[in-house]
């Protein structure tokens, strides 16, 4: 005599397992672009008398097209990703720290302030600065130091650090170099950001 087994509830509903997730389809990545923003990009207004060259490294030079004798004072630009909030603050102790080990008897003094540099596309930027005095045989050179640090997007975060450097003319001694300084610090300070990347 034959009997028939009728399916239990369960096994009748019974699903099978879940095949694996398949990875989405490749694509093509553009640099830069949403996925990798590039740095932001910057202005700095250029004094008369000087001009811009390119160097390996640097986003940016700036320089007198007459340099003056025993030094040649400059302006630079540099930039690069950094990790999601990052604080200046430490971006430029690291600076100054290495600015220490390569020069016995270095000086510097740190200011930090959060705000917007000036800029055409309210890019929040959290800025650090620091002024370093670095002897040299012959006398010393002075250097204002910046970095500026942005999210560019949520997980990509950039920061630029612009650095000015020239002799200043020691007390009693020539006083050729005396108009470098200001010049220096005014295209310093005209350093801005804009929303639109390199």
Do not use: C, K
Request: charged letters at 15%; proline letters at 13%; glycine letters at 12%.
């Amino acid at each position: 005599m034959s009997t028939t087994t009728n399916p239990s509830p369960a096994a009748a509903t019974a699903v099978p397992p879940a095949a694996p997730a398949q990875p989405p389809p490749g694509h093509t990545l553009r640099y830069p672009g949403p996925e990798l923003p590039g740095l932001p990009s910057f202005e700095v207004d250029v004094p008369p008398g000087w001009h811009v060259i390119g160097a390996p490294g640097l986003l940016a030079v700036l320089t007198p097209q007459e340099i003056p004798a025993g030094f040649t004072p400059t302006l630079t630009v540099t930039g690069d990703t950094v990790a999601p909030g990052s604080s200046p603050h430490d971006l430029l102790e690291r600076g100054l720290a290495a600015a220490r080990g390569d020069y016995h008897g270095a000086e510097h003094a740190v200011s930090a302030s959060t705000g917007v540099l000036p800029d055409d596309g309210g890019l929040q930027v959290v800025v650090a600065s620091g002024h370093l005095r670095l002897p040299l045989a012959d006398g010393a050179v002075e250097q204002v130091l910046t970095v500026a640090v942005t999210a560019t997007s949520p997980g990509v975060w950039h920061a630029l650090s612009v650095a000015s450097t020239w002799r200043p003319a020691e007390r009693g001694g020539p006083v050729g170099e005396d108009h470098v300084g200001p010049v220096l610090r005014a295209a310093h300070a005209s350093f801005r950001l804009t929303r639109g990347q390199r």
